[in-house]
Structure formats: structure tokens, C-alpha cells
């Protein structure tokens, strides 16, 4: 065996001396387990539902108050918003506006950290809990706000009867670049009835 082997192999000895690494090489059908909770993991990524706003609520905190809606209603504003204003462009005659997202709105809470430190005939364990900050004010509980995240738009495609036209075109491009921030190739005008 060359030298850097077995330096190498020394460096991950103390690894294979641990107890849980000892009891894990005992367990039969380790590599299925593994496969099993991989798999469930990525079935709850895909399929699990991490929309802290898929309805309406309120949230007030101090004097502030703040309205969340959902994804659906989001993009239902802002579409009617970018066609009312779309619509004012002189020629862009009947005008229809879609909007994707590439992620959904959410808020960050403030959380306190609680850790708590079991003793057991192995070893101690430790576990941390973050639990969301509530303040109550005038026998309301509320949550603390450390932020909100805005959602994020993937792309426009606006129909518009008057995009025939070249200039009209142009400027409807540009006013949907300024108000979304998007880059040409995320945005697509259309010739409409």
C-alpha cells in the first residue's frame, strides 16, 4: 500500500470507530432504507404543498397591516394592471396580457431557537426547535414579519390587435420591460385580433 493511502486511511479511522457508524454497517438492506427515504423525500418535494399563502389571510403586526393573497390572485392584478395600462398605448388596440411566475409569494417569520439536551445510556442528544415569535396586542396574536418575499415573474406574453404595427410594438415591449424588469427573450408580443 503507498504512503498516501495510508495516510489517507488513517485520516478515516476514527470515522469507522464511531458506535451509529458501527450499528449502520449491522443493519441489513441498508442501501434499500436509503433508497426508500430518498425517494420519499423527493416525492414530498415534488408533490408537497409549500404555499404558506394558498389562501387569503390577514396578517396585522404593530400598526401595520398586511394583506396576502394568493399566487392566483397575484397574477390576476397584476395582469389587469399591465393590460389597463397596455391598453392606453396609442394603437395597441384590444390588448390580453399573461404572466408566469418562476416562484410564489411567502413571508420569513422571526423564529426563537429553543435546544433541548436528553441524556440516554449512549451519549446525550440535542434537539433545536425553531418556533415562530407571537406578539399579542389587544388579545390578538400575531406573528412577527421579518420580511416578505415578493413573488418573482418568469415571463409576460401580451396580445395586443394594434401589435401589427411596428412602433406600437416597440412601445408595448418596452413598457413591460420597465414595470417587470424582464429581458427581451421573457417577453413575447403577439398580433391579436
Known sequence: MSEEKKISKEKFDWLNNLSFIKKLKQ??????????????LLLLILFGNFNFLSSSSTISA???????????E???????????????????????????????AGVVLATSDESITTNNGSGSTTTVSANPVIITQNGTNTPVIVSENIPEIKGVVVVSSGAKDVNVRLNILNAVQTLTGLANNKIQILIGE
Request: hydrophobic letters at 45%.
Open 27 to 40: 443493519v441489513k438492506h441498508i442501501g434499500l432504507i436509503i433508497t426508500i427515504i430518498f425517494v420519499l
Open 62 to 72: 404593530s400598526s401595520n397591516s398586511f394583506t396576502y393573497t394568493t399566487n392566483a
Open 74 to 104: 397575484y397574477i390576476k392584478n397584476m395582469e389587469d394592471k399591465l393590460k389597463a395600462l397596455l391598453s392606453k398605448i396609442k394603437g395597441s388596440g384590444n390588448v390580453e396580457v399573461m404572466i408566469t411566475l418562476n416562484e410564489g
